[in-house]
């Protein structure tokens, strides 16, 4: 009994230990053709999505001819994007916008002069053509990120730890390099124009609009380029409302909104004569906007769009007025009759 199951055992452990090895045999003969072929793991560079890699100033190449060692080659791109220092070959190979494979095709139509059917390799060995992109501002932690492929916005602000409760909704983008490999719908705006910068230099977009899916809100981010989430400016609220603070204007906030986010004016507030005390460009002195808040409240008139440091002030109303006189004689009375001794108040419930 004992040698029957041992021998089950065995079977069993010769039957799984052989599956991966049949899968990868099978795997090997649909991809390459040839029975018993291994599968060929993805390259790194693969799994960083950069395949289509295409090629700038100052990337790397290593280029090896097989039985030709003389002919080997290692060098970079120069500046007009060429590779114009192989053996032999006198005219320069345009590398610029071009993957290695499609310089490889042109490397060995060149060497096929001089060889019989040259087996040439190109291996990229600098990806350096490539600034980095900033982003920073209402970010959890400023970010250089290095694009080796076509990113977006997007990407690029979760690379970054997303947005923080300062972001005002706007995020701006500087371009400070020329496109360089401008694709099929790509805007290649030139950086300058009469020796002034292009409007195009500067690109401001909605986090709603990128939130809400909006293709025209997700553009592609060059290298070099700034982005900045934006942060918001502040407004403070003084006077007669109910917890006095400063608030962080985000984009579209009214009176009536930062009013209601610090609890409102209070009972003794003269609600009918906010002031708005506004700085003007080019001005020392500020400007002063009254609002009757409380026709803003029965929709009588427009609610005001505040902007960044603007100074809300919302006065106490006079001492004479009836609405004063209301409330403290209120008061009075209530604190009169708590106040009251218990026998004397006495206590009633009606069915």
Request: hydrophobic share 40%.
């Amino acid at each position: 009994m004992k040698a029957k199951a041992y021998t089950l055992l065995l079977a069993a452990f010769l039957l799984t230990s052989s599956l991966p090895l049949r899968a990868q045999q099978q795997g090997g003969g649909q991809a390459g053709g040839a029975q018993g072929a291994s599968v060929v793991p993805a390259s790194s560079a693969d799994s960083q999505g950069i395949r289509k890699y295409v090629l700038g100033p100052g990337d790397t190449l290593d280029i090896r001819v097989f039985g030709q060692p003389d002919l080997n080659w290692t060098g970079e791109v120069d500046d007009e994007g060429n590779l114009s220092s192989l053996p032999f070959i006198e005219k320069p190979i345009r590398a610029q916008c071009r993957t290695d494979k499609d310089i490889q095709k042109d490397v060995i139509a060149a060497y096929t002069k001089f060889l019989r059917s040259p087996q040439i390799s190109v291996r990229i060995t600098g990806r350096n053509s490539r600034t980095p992109a900033v982003i920073f501002g209402a970010v959890p932690a400023a970010t250089r990120v290095q694009m080796m492929r076509r990113v977006r916005l997007n990407e690029v602000i979760t690379s970054a730890g997303g947005y923080t409760e300062r972001a005002n909704g706007d995020v701006q983008i500087l371009h400070t390099e020329p496109l360089m490999c401008p694709e099929l719908g790509d805007e290649a705006e030139p950086l300058s124009a009469d020796d002034h910068l292009a409007a195009s230099v500067f690109k401001v977009y909605k986090i709603a609009d990128l939130l809400a899916g909006k293709p025209e809100a997700n553009p592609v981010i060059r290298p070099g380029d700034i982005v900045t989430a934006m942060e918001s400016k502040p407004v403070y609220i003084t006077g007669n409302v109910v917890s006095p603070q400063p608030i962080l204007l985000r984009d579209g906030y009214t009176l009536s909104r930062v009013l209601a986010m610090v609890g409102g004016p209070t009972t003794g507030a003269k609600a009918s004569d906010v002031r708005i005390y506004r700085s003007e460009l080019g001005s020392t002195e500020l400007k002063v906007i009254r609002i009757n808040f409380d026709e803003v409240k029965k929709k009588k008139r427009e609610d005001v769009v505040l902007q960044p440091y603007d100074i809300i002030e919302v006065p106490k109303a006079s001492d004479w007025s009836a609405k004063v006189l209301l409330t403290g004689l209120t008061k009075t009375m209530m604190g009169g009759v708590m106040g009251a001794p218990a026998n004397i108040l006495q206590y009633r419930v009606i069915y």
